[in-house]
Nanobody, 121 residues
């Protein structure tokens, strides 16, 4: 089970930190990722992290503004979002895969949280 938290409303230029807590499924989750979906748009990959090596990957739209990190002991993954823009407004999802990260696409991830809303005005 994946449970997201930390969403909310913020003004443009502000920051938020999203958290994702993993439970139940706690082993061999080699890739964790954040996705987002705005109304009327497809779900897009934001960032992923290999939980073994710590390697990260970001979508071009968030590079330099967002940071994905993890705390394996707590089975947590975070997304620190800075310099937020109105176009970052979306429902943000945490996703997991037992395989190593190979594609920041929704179809590559079998496990999903329910999402947390981020609104930037």
């Amino acid at each position: 089970q994946l449970v997201e938290s930390g969403g909310g409303s913020v003004q443009a230029g502000g920051s938020l930190r999203l958290s994702c807590a993993a439970s139940g499924y706690t082993y061999n989750r080699n890739c964790m990722a954040w996705f987002r979906q705005a109304p009327g748009k497809e779900r897009e990959g934001v960032a992923d992290i290999n939980t073994v090596t710590g390697r990260t990957m970001y979508a071009d739209s968030v590079k330099g503004r967002f940071i994905i990190s993890q705390d394996n002991a707590k089975k947590m993954v975070y997304l620190q979002m800075s310099s937020l823009k109105p176009e970052d407004t979306a429902l943000y999802y945490c996703a997991a895969d037992r395989r190593s990260c190979y594609s920041l696409s929704a179809g590559a991830f079998p496990y999903w949280g329910q999402g947390t809303q981020v609104t930037v005005s």
